[in-house]
T-cell receptor, first 112, second 114 residues
Framework: ELKVEQNPLFLSMQEGKNYTIYCNYS?????LYWYRQDPGKSLESLFV?????AVKQEGRLMASLDTKARLSTLHITAAVHDLSATYFC????????????FGTGTRLKVLA | ETGVTQTPRHLVMGMTNKKSLKCEQH?????MYWYKQSAKKPLELMFV???????ENNSVPSRFSPECPNSSHLFLHLHTLQPEDSALYLC?????????????FGPGTRLLVL
């Protein structure tokens, strides 16, 4: 059974700082997704990573995928308060199917 | 606006009640999904429909009954629920079932079973 683990589960950081959220998964897949969820809101798609070495960037967020290490990272650069949310990674497993296995999420709080 | 709407947004029901959750997608997608999001647990896939046919029932108890009358609408009928069924129920849609396609989520229905 595929397991998807995120760490940290909670992250409190100062504005202007950099940090990385890690998403590890336990079996082979080359499809990984990052979502953001604000309190009381839906999940918003951030990135779709479809191959080993894929890197996507949007604003202060950058996501990468290493399928050999079964690891994806979400890097935050110079955090701002608006980035406060819960971030989820999800792995398509079996790879290439509609079955998303989600991580438990990382709750990020950016302090002014 | 994600293009996926859900009603009601909040629901409180007793264990003997029958209620239904509704999801509508305005994106022209062919696949729709129900997920359950419980506190401190990952999202769990419950049901998947493609072109109004159910393609996945992820070992969900029979007290949850999905219905997909057309590719734009998805219902989740609830009866004799248990308190542990209290959760956020999320609907999602995607263009098709291909795994490279992003799933778009609705705002969810927060359900409390007393």
């Amino acid at each position: 059974e595929l397991k998807v683990e995120q760490n940290p589960l909670f992250l409190s950081m100062q504005e202007g700082k950099n940090y990385t959220i890690y998403c590890n998964y336990s079996t082979t897949s080359d499809r990984l997704y990052w979502y953001r969820q604000d309190p009381g809101k839906s999940l918003e798609s951030l990135f779709v990573l479809l191959s080993n070495g894929a890197v996507k960037q949007e604003g202060r967020l950058m996501a990468s995928l290493d399928t050999k290490a079964r690891l994806s990272t979400l890097h935050i650069t110079a955090a701002v308060h608006d980035l406060s949310a819960t971030y989820f990674c999800a792995v398509s497993y079996p790879s290439g199917t509609y079955k998303y296995i989600f991580g438990t999420g990382t709750r990020l709080k950016v302090l002014a | 606006e994600t293009g996926v709407t859900q009603t009601p947004r909040h629901l409180v029901m007793g264990m003997t009640n029958k209620k239904s959750l509704k999801c509508e997608q305005h994106l022209g997608h062919n696949a729709m999904y129900w997920y359950k999001q419980s506190a401190k647990k990952p999202l769990e896939l419950m049901f998947v429909y493609s072109l109004e046919e159910r393609v996945e029932n992820n070992s969900v108890p029979s007290r949850f009954s999905p219905e997909c009358p057309n590719s734009s609408h998805l219902f989740l009928h609830l009866h004799t629920l248990q308190p542990e069924d209290s959760a956020l129920y999320l609907c999602a849609s995607s263009q098709d079932l291909g795994g490279a396609l992003t799933q778009y989520f609705g705002p969810g229905t927060r359900l409390l079973v007393l």
